[in-house]
């Protein structure tokens, strides 16, 4: 009984009216790239990520922008953005000249986050896989499972219940890189068709010069982008993307 109370607080906490909510400090000039292309399978909650994100943005201070046009992917239209999110992307969304573009935005202190089907994205092109962190490699049937919050020091993390339990697709991964800092796993043992055992990352990030990168593999359905605690995940992991909070 504690613990549905304990959501329904948080649950009306987060949902209370539409005024702006934006931290300490200017941040009028952040502006945050949506992008959502897809080449191979294409979610239908990809308009519930992007209302969500947007949403996110009008409480908390920061632009957003979303496209599906590869070639925004140029180092003018890239220059505007503290932060591109690529949001179930699938396939090969970039050529090679829009690629090179993206890479020097991040080697530049541009930001990325990938939601979901981020990791089902540019198989050929190995800068994203170590950008991204990971690869899909399979999933079974939505269902619900267990996660396990490893790592609560990061403001993506440090309000979630340990286990967090949801339902979601759950993927299995491929090719993870190995400078990942991992801030939740998946226990298989909650679910059905898991394939990468007792060590099963299912959010992460990483920063490298002045750049930032997060993922979280959750977002397969449209009722995901109104669970509160995965929009309180979303939105501290643009928050921190966009350095407003710091982690040890």
Not at 42 to 67: C, E, Q, Y
Not at 197 to 208: M, S, V
């Amino acid at each position: 009984m504690k613990a549905w109370i304990a959501v329904l607080v948080f649950y009306l906490f987060a949902c209370a009216g539409d005024e702006a909510t934006v931290p300490a400090g200017d941040h009028s000039g952040e502006r945050v790239l949506v992008f959502t292309k897809t080449e191979g399978y294409r979610h239908g909650s990809i308009s519930d990520g992007v209302s969500l994100i947007r949403r996110l943005g009008r409480k908390n201070g920061f632009a957003v922008d979303r496209t599906e046009n590869a070639a925004d992917f140029n180092e003018d239209e890239l220059s505007k953005y503290d932060l591109v999110i690529f949001l179930s992307t699938t396939g090969d969304v970039l050529n090679q000249v829009q690629e090179k573009a993206f890479e020097n935005y991040i080697e530049n202190g541009g930001n990325f986050m990938g939601i979901h089907a981020a990791v089902d994205t540019e198989y050929d092109w190995p800068w994203y896989g170590a950008l991204v962190g990971a690869y899909f490699r399979s999933h079974p049937k939505v269902q619900p499972a267990k996660l396990r919050i490893v790592d609560n020091t990061h403001p993506a993390t440090s309000f979630l219940p340990d286990p967090w339990e949801r339902t979601d697709e759950w993927y299995d991964l491929k090719d993870l890189k190995d400078d990942l800092r991992i801030l939740i796993t998946l226990d298989e043992d909650s679910y059905q068709g898991g394939r990468m055992g007792d060590f099963h990352p299912f959010a992460w990030c990483r920063e490298f010069g002045d750049s930032r990168s997060f993922y979280t593999a959750g977002g397969h359905t449209g009722g995901a982008y109104k669970e509160p605690f995965f929009e309180k995940h979303i939105l501290e992991g643009i928050l921190w993307c966009l350095g407003r909070s710091q982690i040890d």
